[in-house]
């Protein structure tokens, strides 16, 4: 059963203009991470935010991760045309098993 | 470069076809996956193996068979598929089973006639 929702499905911006995408999850998770996959081409492990976690920065990035809310959020800062690749929530559940959602396709342009 | 490699990048083969997909990890980890990624569709997980172990069927059909000789290696045997197996099959590989970020090849896009 999908866990991880992504939203926007698309998303177009401008280069130097922010990015933001947000993921909802329904149970309960030990962790939540995000990843980003060029097109055709493997996942790259961005963050992981565990669930005693409220935010994690790493560079350009930024994630916040509300339990309460059941809902993270990908603050991409500053984009740049390389930035162009889907962004993927993925939560481990109870189960340790990692679930993708179907990802955000964000588009930067030059 | 994730560390993680897989061969061939692309494959086609026939429904009464048998063949293999080869994955390596380079990271010293100890636990590998294989994941289906279809379009249109959030990416599937297949098979988990921890220290060799198989711990995970994710309800795959018996023409996919996993092997792992080894915590470097894993294989994924195809045979008999189906032309809605047609995906790109990712491999990936984590220092554990559980916690941990994943680290994922660039996977081989199968096609299935």
């Known amino acids: 059963s999908q866990q991880g929702e992504e939203d926007p499905q698309a998303l177009s911006i401008q280069e130097g203009e922010n990015a933001t995408m947000n993921c909802s999850y329904k149970?309960?998770?030990?962790?939540l991470q995000w990843y980003r996959q060029n097109s055709g081409r493997g996942l790259v492990h961005l963050i992981l935010?565990?669930?005693?976690?409220r935010e994690k920065h790493s560079g350009r990035l930024r994630v916040t991760l509300d339990t309460s809310k059941k809902s993270s959020s990908l603050l991409i800062t500053a984009s740049r045309a390389a930035d162009t690749a889907s962004y993927f929530c993925?939560?481990?559940?109870?189960?340790?098993?990692?679930?993708f959602g179907k990802g955000t396709l964000l588009t930067v342009n030059p | 470069e994730t560390g993680v490699t897989q061969t061939p990048r692309h494959l086609v083969m026939g429904m009464t076809n048998k063949k293999s997909l080869k994955c390596e990890q380079h990271?010293?980890?100890?636990?590998m996956y294989w994941y289906k990624q279809s379009a249109k569709k959030p990416l599937e997980l297949m098979f988990v193996y921890n220290f060799k172990e198989q711990t995970e069927n994710n309800s795959v059909p018996s023409r996919f068979s996993p092997e792992c000789p080894n915590s470097s290696h894993l294989f994924l045997h195809l045979h008999t598929l189906q032309p809605e197996d047609s995906a790109l099959y990712l491999c990936a590989s984590s220092q554990a089973y559980r916690g941990e970020e994943q680290y994922f090849g660039p996977g081989t896009r199968l096609t299935v006639t």
């Open positions: 993925a939560t481990e559940g109870s189960n340790y098993k990692l679930t």
């Open positions: 149970t309960s998770i030990n962790n």
């Open positions: 935010i565990r669930s005693n976690e």
């Open positions: 990271l010293g980890h100890n636990a």
